[in-house]
């Protein structure tokens, strides 16, 4: 019989490359120098990772020697024929110890480096330009017909755009710009660019300034959000984007000009709209809509005549008429209240969700909402996450014989109901008529977050309760804590 062998230890170079290439990438670029240094096998595992992101923010006391390490890194890459699947640079270039043109140069040739091996397919840049006035659009990784996403985020630096749009074949399919000031004059110049992607799906503007204007034309457009917060951005307009089934708008314009917002997209089929409402509204028919948000408050100064503001509300709600599921925020349903536009006709709305958000009179802009859905069978009342939890009942509740005097047309339908308790006395006589009148109910949820006393309101609401309705008390009470109550 042959003597047991003695077990080795296996060592950290010993794993499989695929798993330690996962390890790595949670490893900063000192740390990679460091094991390098190791061992050759642990040398050619740092080498071989096709996962790199470059970053000198946890420490920028490397100096020259530093530069010159990744450097060296960069040049055994290309050498030994690495191919990289993803590459990110995150570098800033406030209180730099070398040069800061020869530093920005050295970053665009890292960059150049990971592109032209031709196989990088995701490129993430985050540049911290404190000290330089503007950077320029990577051409390099545009002309890369392996980059399918970029995501580009500069802390609110100038993007020098082309002065004319570049010819290429590009392969780019999602885009992203955040905290980026277009440079003067160069409104045509973003939406030449951006119509130059043929394959572009996804297009993502987060925080875009340095435009008035802005239109977007490319065609393949699948996705499209922009975010645009305190910004002098005054118009803006999607033409003709016929692929285009999900369309996110957050907007705060901060200039007092006239501000206009065009939307052409026959199948879009999900749409959410957050911010101030514009002076000009124009949304072509959108047959498919499915889903649709809107959280929109008025000028804190009006612009027009009460006769212009409604009827820029009545085309907002026109536009999203033939949605199934609806989000309206609470201060928007006030505003339509306010100007005379509710009730009105949601036909085909069969989950309707009002988010409240402000302690101003709920019941009469909810009950004239709810006077136009026909088909309802989802009622969802939610509070805002920023709404304090202890919000005072009003002093003149609603009984449940004014929630009867309503008529709703929806009752005999609703399936199931969603409360979260806001103002208290008055969701309570609510429940109780939709559990008395709702012949089909399923399922009535309540959730509160302020102190309550579940067994007399279950008690008090048991005696409408039909034996057919199951009903849900929910807590989250006590640091989170959740707590389930089921009759």
């Not at 794993?15 to 390890?23: S, Y």
């Not at 043109?101 to 040739?109: F, H, P, Q």
């Not at 409104?187 to 992607?197: K, V």
Request: aromatic share 8%.
């Amino acid at each position: 019989m042959k003597p047991p062998t003695k077990k080795q230890n296996s060592g950290f170079s010993d794993l499989p490359d695929g798993a330690v290439h996962n390890v790595l990438d949670f490893l900063g670029m000192r740390d990679i120098a460091r094991l390098c240094v190791v061992s050759k096998r642990c040398r050619e595992l740092c080498i071989s990772n096709p996962n790199l992101c470059l970053s000198n923010i946890e420490d920028k006391s490397g100096g020259p020697h530093f530069y010159s390490f990744v450097d060296r890194f960069m040049a055994l890459r290309c050498l030994h024929g690495v191919m990289t699947d993803r590459f990110a640079i995150r570098w800033s270039f406030e209180g730099s110890v070398v040069d800061q043109d020869e530093e920005y140069y050295r970053v665009e040739t890292w960059l150049q480096h990971a592109v032209n091996q031709g196989s990088v397919a995701g490129v993430r840049l985050k540049f911290f330009l404190l000290g330089r006035q503007h950077f320029s659009l990577p051409l390099c990784v545009l002309r890369c017909n392996s980059v399918t996403f970029l995501d580009i985020d500069a802390e609110n630096a100038l993007l020098k755009l082309p002065s004319a749009p570049p010819y290429f074949a590009s392969e780019l399919q999602s885009l992203q710009l955040r905290h980026v000031q277009i440079e003067n004059n160069c409104n045509c110049n973003l939406g030449e660019l951006l119509s130059s992607f043929k394959s572009l799906k996804v297009l993502k503007l987060d925080k875009i300034s340095g435009i008035k204007a802005m239109t977007i034309t490319s065609s393949s457009i699948e996705i499209l959000s922009i975010v645009s917060v305190d910004s002098h951005l005054c118009d803006v307009e999607i033409q003709q984007l016929h692929k285009l089934y999900e369309l996110n708008l957050v907007w705060f314009p901060k200039s007092s000009s006239s501000t206009s917002l065009k939307i052409s997209a026959p199948n879009l089929q999900t749409f959410q709209w957050s911010g101030i409402t514009v002076d000009d509204y124009c949304m072509r028919d959108s047959p498919d809509l499915l889903q649709a948000l809107i959280g929109l408050h008025l000028p804190a100064q009006s612009k027009g005549n009460p006769d212009s503001t409604k009827n820029n509300l009545v085309k907002i709600l026109h536009s999203v008429q033939k949605a199934r599921h609806l989000k309206l925020y609470g201060c928007f349903v006030e505003a339509l209240l306010k100007h005379g536009c509710l009730p009105f006709s949601f036909d085909n709305v069969e989950h309707l969700t009002v988010i409240r958000s402000s302690s101003g009179d709920q019941v009469l802009p909810l009950s004239s909402l709810l006077r136009g859905t026909t088909n309802l069978k989802l009622l969802s009342l939610h509070v805002c996450a920023s709404v304090t939890n202890s919000m005072p009942s009003s002093e003149l509740p609603f009984k449940m014989e004014y929630w009867q005097s309503q008529n709703f047309m929806f009752t005999h339908q609703l399936k199931k109901v969603v409360v979260h308790l806001f103002d208290k006395e008055n969701e309570i006589e609510l429940i109780k008529y939709l559990l008395t009148n709702a012949q089909e109910l399923e399922l009535m949820t309540i959730l509160y977050s302020s102190p309550l006393s579940s067994s007399d309101v279950i008690i008090e609401l048991k005696k409408f309760k039909k034996p057919s309705t199951k009903l849900i008390l929910y807590s989250s009470l006590d640091n989170h804590r959740h707590h389930q109550s089921h009759y």
